[in-house]
């Protein structure tokens, strides 16, 4: 398998596991050092996984309420062999995202691990 393959697979699951609000999902995509950020919240929103778990697991998920799927792939770049960035987005509730993930690819495996996101209300 191809390291982009591989990459893509990641962030597929990354977002149904949005999509389901399934944190084993996500605990397969994320490293469990990774962290999650945004500065679209005051004070600067930051967790580690075991903070940001919790919350998903308590969402209702997209899912759940028959959401059209709005997930997207805009880019995928490798610094090297171990190393990729990805910008995606997708979308839960009104609210869509624009996330830039950070992977890392240790013992083989591609992890996220930095999200870094923007949140903007949808207009329609």
């Given at each position: 398998?191809?390291d982009f393959?591989?990459?893509?697979?990641v962030?597929?699951?990354?977002?149904?596991?949005?999509?389901?609000?399934?944190?084993?999902?996500?605990?397969?995509?994320?490293?469990?050092?990774?962290i999650?950020?945004?500065?679209?919240?005051?004070?600067?929103?930051?967790?580690?996984?075991?903070?940001?778990?919790?919350?998903?697991?308590k969402?209702?998920?997209?899912a759940s309420?028959?959401e059209?799927?709005?997930?997207?792939?805009?880019?995928i770049?490798?610094?090297?062999?171990?190393?990729a960035?990805a910008r995606?987005?997708c979308?839960?509730?009104?609210?869509?995202?624009?996330?830039?993930l950070?992977?890392?690819?240790?013992?083989?495996?591609?992890?996220?691990?930095?999200?870094?996101?923007?949140?903007?209300?949808?207009?329609?």
């Amino acid at each position: 398998m191809s390291d982009f393959t591989a990459v893509t697979g990641v962030l597929e699951t990354y977002f149904d596991g949005l999509y389901h609000a399934d944190i084993e999902m996500l605990g397969i995509t994320f490293h469990p050092k990774a962290i999650y950020a945004t500065a679209d919240e005051t004070p600067l929103l930051y967790r580690t996984m075991d903070e940001y778990f919790p919350v998903v697991a308590k969402r209702v998920s997209p899912a759940s309420r028959d959401e059209p799927r709005r997930d997207s792939i805009d880019a995928i770049e490798f610094a090297g062999e171990n190393t990729a960035f990805a910008r995606v987005r997708c979308s839960i509730g009104t609210n869509d995202f624009v996330d830039f993930l950070t992977l890392v690819r240790t013992d083989g495996t591609w992890r996220i691990m930095a999200k870094v996101f923007q949140i903007s209300e949808r207009k329609t």
